[in-house]
């Protein structure tokens, strides 16, 4: 590459490009959007680097490196598009205001005027859905995060942190320096264009007092479109980008519901083989956390393998099937192993079983695994979002974690008969994993990556869809400051400064601080699916990542 831009590798399906700083970030993503080729799945940008996603079955990372270097040679400026204007009305009442000033060393009434007179831009997204790392010229202040991150920031929160400001488009935790509150909405994922703020849009903060920031006021935002490099432009109207929670199958009418929840266990969601292609909106890749074993119970009742179904975490699935539904509903199970009886008889794992009318079938708790996988022939039917039914925990979008009495719709997804009885010899998951890992991007910023290769690691009880907390010697890093936030991807293994290594999981954020020293291959993502708590796991090098 050059001096100023090199390229590391990712996993085996990502090469993170690190750059001088955030100029020349967006010149090269701009360059790699409008020469984008097949086989590039995501383009994540970030403070200083650009994440570049590929399906190395369309793109191999080798050609993926020669695309990148044309783009980095090519000093042609990539189409710039119209900018807008987002108008964000803020009631500047922050509990860090005071803070913030005394850390820049200004009154608080000079942080307000001074942040509400800079011309704001969306350098990138990321963190969140909706979440915009706002840049400005006008901003010359760098501000410290909080030493101790917030368990819960609310929704609407405006913060600052390093040259960055934003807003928190919905409650997250979170280490940024909050100077005030506003109520539009950013994150909206049932409109054509849900996240609010897109990444080259122009920004500014019209202050409000708290007596004047009414719902009816503050809620929206005003959109303008930029027609001259002075910033004039024609007002459109107010848009109104209010959220809606999406249903998990809905509570549907009685002719229409075919199965009908009694318990669900630990968690259970809708989930389906994910969404890609969305990180740069900083929607993460979500679906199920072991894809083939959702994939094998959808063919084993001759459903698309695509198909949405639900997953269990740890058992204790009850549900009934509806006596008013007229139509034949068949189900298989597969993954994580434990008792499934339906109306108390027990059935076999890994078989299509026939659903009578009024039955009511019990997956009790695992003996092994974590995640089972309920199929029904068609699917489960749900909204969508960016292509995907998937729930995704972290950030609150797709259907809702199902609950008792919720009830669920078959879909149409059939992809052909019932297929012949399944004779491969299905075993349970094991207590002992062995998983492949590739390079990670930062691993010269720990001391030594032996004791990741050497050591047995055990699963901690800190361990979700969103990433898992290993127990074990621990990684000493050469440097324990947060790094600029770069994009993530589910299988990273984050070093915090603690050593403790992190999994991100599927549902784990678009973006992050620690560095990633190694990640887990594509293929034994699906393994970690079946880790629960005392799960032992052995790291090896992955034999070929180009």
């Known amino acids: 590459m050059t001096d100023a831009v090199s390229v590391r590798p990712f996993g085996d399906r990502g090469l993170l490009v690190e750059t001088d700083g955030l100029e020349r970030v967006l010149a090269l993503h701009a360059r790699l959007s409008s020469g984008r080729i097949d086989g590039v799945v995501d383009l994540v940008p970030a403070a200083r680097t650009v994440l570049v996603v590929v399906d190395p079955a369309v793109l191999p990372l080798t050609a993926a490196r020669a695309w990148i270097a044309a783009a980095v040679a090519d000093g042609t400026p990539a189409p710039a598009r119209t900018p807008r204007t987002v108008e964000i009305p803020v009631v500047y009442d922050g509990d860090d205001l005071a803070e913030a000033a005394s850390l820049l060393e200004i009154r608080p009434a000079e942080l307000v005027r001074r942040h509400a007179a800079a011309r704001w831009t969306v350098a990138f997204t990321g963190f969140a859905p909706g979440f915009g790392y706002l840049v400005s010229p006008d901003w010359r202040f760098d ?20 040259a960055f400001s934003g807003v928190y488009p919905r409650a997250t935790p979170g280490g940024w320096q909050l100077i005030g509150t506003t109520s539009a909405p950013l994150f909206d994922p049932d409109a054509a264009t849900p996240a609010l703020l897109q990444p080259g849009d122009l920004v500014r903060f019209v202050p409000l007092s708290a007596a004047s920031a009414t719902p009816a006021v503050s809620a929206r935002p005003r959109l303008r479109t930029e027609t001259s490099h002075a910033g004039r432009g024609l007002s459109a109207p107010m848009v ?3 959220r809606a929670a999406a249903p998990a199958g809905g509570r549907a009418d009685a002719d229409a519901a075919a199965i009908r929840v009694l318990a669900p266990g630990l968690l259970a969601t809708v989930q389906d083989q994910g969404r890609p292609g969305a990180l740069a909106a900083g929607v993460a890749v979500s679906g199920a956390a072991d894809r083939a074993a959702l994939r094998t119970a959808n063919r084993l009742v001759g459903t698309d393998e695509n198909a949405a179904g639900i997953e269990i975490t740890m058992g204790g699935f009850r549900a009934v099937r509806e006596a008013s539904a007229s139509d034949d509903v068949w189900f298989a199970v597969a993954g994580a192993w ?4 339906l109306d108390g008889r027990p059935v076999d794992p890994y078989a299509a079983h026939r659903w009578p009318p009024g039955a009511e079938l019990r997956i009790d708790w695992f003996d092994h695994g974590a995640r089972g996988y309920l199929a029904l022939r068609g699917g489960v039917e749900a909204a ?3 292509g995907s039914r998937a729930t995704d925990t972290l950030a609150g979008l797709g259907p809702s974690p199902l609950s008792a009495d919720t009830a669920l719709v078959v879909g149409d997804a059939v992809a052909g008969p019932l297929p012949a009885d399944d004779l491969r010899p299905w075993s349970p998951p094991g207590a002992d994993l062995e998983v492949a890992l590739a ?3 930062r691993a010269h910023l720990v001391r030594t990556l032996a004791p990741l290769y050497d050591a047995v690691w055990t699963v901690s009880a800190q361990a979700d869809r969103v990433g898992i907390r290993l127990d074990g ?6 440097d324990t400051a947060e790094i600029p936030s770069e994009g993530m991807l589910p299988g990273a293994i984050q070093v915090p400064p603690d050593g403790r290594p992190v999994i991100l ?3 784990g954020p678009v973006t992050g601080g620690y560095p990633v020293v190694a990640v887990v291959t594509d293929a034994d993502r699906d393994a970690l699916g079946q880790a629960r708590p005392g799960t032992r796991i052995r790291f090896r090098h992955a034999r070929t990542v180009l």
């Open 439 to 441: 390079p990670g991007p």
């Open 240 to 242: 109104s980008h209010g």
């Open 473 to 478: 010697p621990g990684l000493e890093r050469t």
């Open 338 to 341: 434990g008792p499934v009886l």
């Open 143 to 162: 501000v410290p995060r909080r030493a101790r991150p917030r368990p819960r920031v609310p929704a609407g929160a405006v913060g600052l942190a390093g």
């Open 384 to 386: 969508r979002l960016w």
């Open 505 to 507: 999981g599927p549902d």
